[in-house]
Nanobody
Framework: QVQLVESGGGLVQAGGSLNLSCVVS????????MGWYRQAPGKQQRDLVA????????NYADSVKGRFTISRDNAKNTVDLQMNNLKPDDTAVYYC?????????WGQGTQVTVSS
């Protein structure tokens, strides 16, 4: 069993910043890929925001590249998402994700709302 708990969401003005944190219930050293996904209001699809591998290789959605930074701290078993220059289109529930073969694990989500 792997449990993921997100925190750090909230309401911010456009142009502001938030840092999301995902705490994992076990060591993440052996988890190949972790990431953040988001689900916009009124939609069922969870879209990829950013991923990071155990070797610190990162991948970002084009819409957030240059504004968001994903990082992992293996000592603390956490994966963070630093979000800068937030836009109203970033409003969504953000979910932490881990892939540990053969299973996908998801957190419960944290709400991010960006107002103009």
């Amino acid at each position: 069993q792997v449990q993921l708990v997100e925190s750090g969401g909230g309401l911010v003005q456009a142009g502001g910043s938030l840092n999301l944190s995902c705490v994992v219930s076990r060591t993440i050293f052996s988890i190949n890929t972790m990431g953040w996904y988001r689900q916009a209001p009124g939609k069922q699809q969870r879209d990829l925001v950013a991923t990071i591998t155990s070797g610190d290789t990162t991948n970002y959605a084009d819409s957030v590249k240059g504004r968001f930074t994903i990082s992992r701290d293996n000592a603390k078993n956490t994966v963070d998402l630093q979000m800068n220059n937030l836009k109203p289109d970033d409003t969504a529930v953000y979910y932490c994700h881990a892939y540990l073969v053969p299973f996908d694990y998801w957190g419960q989500g944290t709400q991010v709302t960006v107002s103009s």
